[in-house]
């Protein structure tokens, strides 16, 4: 099984759409959970850490479910500018103070007119 | 906003050379990181680096890659005698304080001849 495992894609949305996505991940050790976008041959960049609580940042909301290790996404009211791909992140800590992000390998949204 | 600056954004190398990739992290920052991407991939951890010292490194991260923090700003990766494989895109992230965001550099474009 996949560390992190993301439906690739492409999600192709008129703007004005509400589009969900959904990632799922194996190591029940892992302690952080962000969502990142990346542009195409750029860096990843924050798009929001994950809380159990679940948590919102304007059309942006993210949830966290631990007992199923399962991660969504959902963006409402779709932008053109929202077309990237989404990065599912895992951070693991380990014992000896080092830790990692584990990536997924992203699921690619383009918005359409 | 700070940001993590890499340099150089293209290296172009020959098989068997060694190649340096450089990074100036945010400046409060105390974790580094390097990862790199293939084309087409997703996103792979190589090392973490705290406190002066490797805290955790990834399988892809042999006897001929190394670290270093030389003074008290850049943080680099060496790989001393490049393979056709190492071409990829190298990003350098850092983080503030445990569970926080890592953030990312713009990477460098490694291409080996």
């Known amino acids: 099984r996949k560390e992190v495992e993301q439906d690739p894609g492409p999600f192709n949305v008129p703007e004005g759409a509400t589009v969900a996505f959904n990632c799922t991940y194996s190591n029940s050790a892992s302690q952080s959970f962000f969502w990142y976008r990346q542009d195409c041959r750029k860096e990843p960049k924050l798009l929001m850490s994950v809380y159990s609580s679940g948590n919102e940042d304007g059309r942006f909301t993210a949830q966290l479910n631990r007992a199923s290790q399962y991660i969504s996404l959902l963006i409402r009211d779709s932008k053109l500018s929202d077309s990237a791909t989404y990065l599912c992140?895992?951070?693991?800590?380990?014992?000896?103070?080092?830790?990692?992000?584990?990536f997924g390998t992203g699921t690619q949204l383009k918005v359409e007119l | 906003e700070p940001e993590v600056t890499q340099t150089p954004s293209h290296q172009v190398t020959q098989m068997g050379q060694e190649v340096i990739l450089r990074c100036v992290p945010i400046?409060?920052?105390?974790?580094f990181y390097w990862y790199r991407q293939i084309l087409g991939q997703k996103v792979e951890f190589l090392v973490s680096?705290?406190?002066?010292?490797?805290?955790?490194k990834s399988e892809i991260f042999d006897d001929q890659f190394s670290v270093e923090r030389p003074d008290g700003s850049n943080f680099t990766l060496k790989i001393r005698s490049t393979k056709l494989e190492d071409s990829a895109m190298y990003f350098c992230a850092s983080m503030q304080a445990g569970n926080q965001p890592q953030h990312f550099g713009d990477g460098t474009r490694l291409s080996i001849l």
């Open positions: 992140v895992v951070n693991i800590d380990f014992t000896g103070g080092g830790n990692k992000l584990t």
């Open positions: 680096f705290y406190n002066n010292e490797i805290s955790e």
């Open positions: 400046s409060n920052h105390l974790y």
